[in-house]
């Protein structure tokens, strides 16, 4: 969306020079490069995913991080997103390198964890590269956590009907792709 905003701001600008130099011939063909750039890009529809409620009231999916399927949890009173160690492991993050220096309470008590960044976690249709995360100590967790740290960057999340919808925000593409996605 913002990069709509920027190309409309730019053509604006471009446009009112033009004009102010009153070339007609100038005038014309920017009015035909504006069309033909509205013509040619569109904005798609946000990207979205449904994830129904389990029998247990959580909501539950599986994510790819750095590619690897994933289990997890929706946790919007985790700051974060936080991984176990067995699925850190499972996935090749670089577990000899971390420092457990992150006091963490949860739902098990009081652990320490250690920051990284994943390169690219995604639900669905919904991408996000350089995502914060903390990886807890061996057996200090049984569930991975799909905390703020990702569902900041969506436009919106919200529960309808036994059904956590998350929204990307629209991009400008000139191909239109699928929107919405069903998790089960």
Do not use: C
């Not at 005038?27 to 033909?36: E, L, W, Y």
């Not at 569902?151 to 036994?162: F, I, K, M």
Request: hydrophobic share 45%; glycine share 8%; no cysteine.
């Amino acid at each position: 969306m913002i990069r709509f905003l920027l190309v409309l701001v730019m053509l604006a600008g471009t446009a009112g020079a033009v004009v102010a130099y009153g070339d007609p011939e100038q005038i014309a063909r920017a009015s035909h490069k504006v069309s033909h750039i509205f013509r040619a890009q569109t904005v798609a529809p946000a990207p979205a995913v449904q994830i129904p409620r389990g029998q247990g009231g959580e909501f539950a999916l599986r994510a790819k991080i750095n590619g690897v399927a994933a289990p997890m949890v929706i946790d919007t009173g985790a700051t974060s997103v936080v991984l176990t160690w067995e699925t850190a492991k499972a996935i090749g993050l670089p577990l000899e390198m971390l420092e457990y220096d992150v006091d963490l309470e949860t739902a098990g008590g009081h652990t320490k964890a250690a920051r990284l960044t994943l390169d690219r976690l995604s639900v669905g249709h919904l991408v996000e590269k350089s995502v914060p995360a903390l990886v807890v100590q061996r057996g200090q967790m049984k569930t991975n956590l799909l905390g703020m740290s990702f569902l900041d960057r969506l436009e919106s999340w919200g529960v309808r009907a036994d059904k956590l919808m998350l929204t990307g925000y629209p991009e400008l593409q000139s191909s239109p792709r699928r929107s919405r996605t069903a998790i089960d």
